[in-house]
């Protein structure tokens, strides 16, 4: 799974509070990426991570931050959750294969904001 | 932008019986293309991929895709569908040409296999 560690896996809280989630890796991957997974969506691309303090916004970007202060970890903040907001978060990381990037996804962490 | 699109939101096979999901996918040349599937309150896993050459790729746990250029589609297959089978299934395409490397997925395609 490239070593991919999500926090928290579950997580409850009441609109209008603040919200970080956690991805970390260990095998030094240098993108990183933050994705939502919604019913009849799919997944969507919040923003991602080309190094360190390297980041961009993707599909929907719009009420989150990110920040990667090293190459390990990447946080995602929902600065005052929404319920619109209740989704499956999922980190993903590029790794080398056959001379192209291939995502390796975390195992998710469900939020539900009330 | 590149765009995906999985026709059938929900599909229910017998068990033993074959397997088509289909993928139809928008993009201006040839994209990376990507099945994953996902089981219930897991992460997704990667099923296969296509970057170039043999349209037809092998996968794990006995799938196959064929790239289709003149169609636009890379529809995912299986001879004869498992109970275990069962979960939600993604298309996803990259752009070569796209340092960032991000994936834009189908809707998904929830398999229900019946006994």
């Known amino acids: 799974d490239a070593g991919i560690t999500q926090s928290p896996r579950h997580k409850v809280t009441e609109t209008g509070t603040p919200v970080t989630l956690r991805c970390h890796q260990t095998?030094?991957?240098?993108?990183m990426y933050w994705y939502r997974q919604d019913p009849g969506h799919g997944l969507r691309l919040i923003h991602y991570?080309?190094?360190?303090?390297?980041?961009d916004k993707g599909e929907v970007s719009d009420g989150y931050s990110v920040s990667r202060s090293k190459t390990e970890d990447f946080l995602l903040t929902l600065e005052s959750a929404t319920s619109s907001q209740t989704s499956v978060y999922f980190c993903?990381?590029?790794?080398?294969?056959?001379?192209?990037?291939?995502?390796?996804f975390g195992a998710g962490s469900r939020l539900t904001v009330l | 932008a590149q765009s995906v699109t999985q026709p059938d939101i929900h599909i229910t096979v017998s068990e033993g019986a074959s397997l088509e999901l289909r993928c139809n996918y928008s993009?201006?040349?040839?994209?990376?293309l990507f099945w994953y599937v996902q089981s219930p309150g897991q992460g997704l896993q990667l099923l296969l991929k296509?970057?170039?050459?043999?349209?037809l790729v092998q996968g794990i746990k006995g799938f196959e895709a064929e790239f289709k250029r003149s169609q636009s589609s890379f529809n995912l297959r299986k001879p004869s569908v498992h109970w275990s089978d069962a979960a939600e299934y993604f298309c996803?395409?990259?752009?070569?040409?796209?340092?960032?490397?991000?994936?834009?997925f189908g809707g998904g395609t929830r398999l229900m296999v019946k006994p």
């Open positions: 991570s080309y190094g360190v303090k390297d980041t």
């Open positions: 996803a395409v990259g752009d070569p040409n796209n340092a960032g490397n991000m994936l834009t």
């Open positions: 993903a990381v590029a790794d080398r294969q056959s001379g192209a990037n291939v995502l390796t």
């Open positions: 095998e030094n991957h240098r993108y």
């Open positions: 993009y201006g040349a040839t994209p990376y």
């Open positions: 296509y970057f170039s050459g043999d349209t």
